[in-house]
């Protein structure tokens, strides 16, 4: 069975959403599927439902126990930063040999499984340990997430490019389409994308409903 890194251009974008999507989709196909969300910041243990986290399980149909945040998400910080700033915030350090011990035993498991990242691709973790070095530990490749806002064409370039010259690979890109109004057209933007990198880039549109991400379109076809 396979494995998959979200990851994005940058934060909010919507890693979440589509981990997300695809958990809801591929249980509700009767696969079996499991998501992680190592790291989080800007999270607190008494008011997690709404966080990634809180998400994530419930688009896993698992209890919203602390059980449960701590096997998604056993590296949280408070500050809604990039990990490094957000440790330090605490007078903590985010173990990274810890976190690969994590990710290794989730990844022995069964089942599809999804890391979701955290921010964007070249976000710090630890020292100068950076996202991208973190996906090249573990061997998977990514889906990539990207807005839909002005400037995303550079962003989603820029992020490729890096990726690629540490060998890393990218499945596909979700465009996910921004909040707000004035933005350039979602399907002309990925239309531009895809013809510029040549990977699938896969257009989502604003969701609606308090649970968007049980309104997306098949996103389990990016998987295979
Ligand atoms: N296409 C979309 N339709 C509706 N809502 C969206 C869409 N894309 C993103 N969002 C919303 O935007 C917000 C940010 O998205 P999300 O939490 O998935 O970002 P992220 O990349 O996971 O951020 P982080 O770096 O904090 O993990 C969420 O409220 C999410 O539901
Ligand atoms: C708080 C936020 N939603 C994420 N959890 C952390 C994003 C860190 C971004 C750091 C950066 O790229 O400047
Ligand atoms: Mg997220």
Redesign the pocket.
Known sequence: MSAFFITST???IGKTLVTAAICHQLGAAGEKVRALKP????ITDDDWATS?SGIIADALGLPASLDTLNALSPFRYKA????T??AAAEGRTLDYGDLLKVCSGFLALDGIRLIEG???A???LSGRTLVADWIADLKLPSLMVTGSYLGTLSHSIATLEAMATRGLAVKAIVMSESAGEGHPDLYESAEALSKLVRLPVMALPRLKGDKPWTHAPDLTHLLS
């Open positions: 940058g934060t909010e790291i989080i910041s800007g990634d809604p930063l990039a990990p700033m957000a955290v921010g964007g070249f976000v710090p």
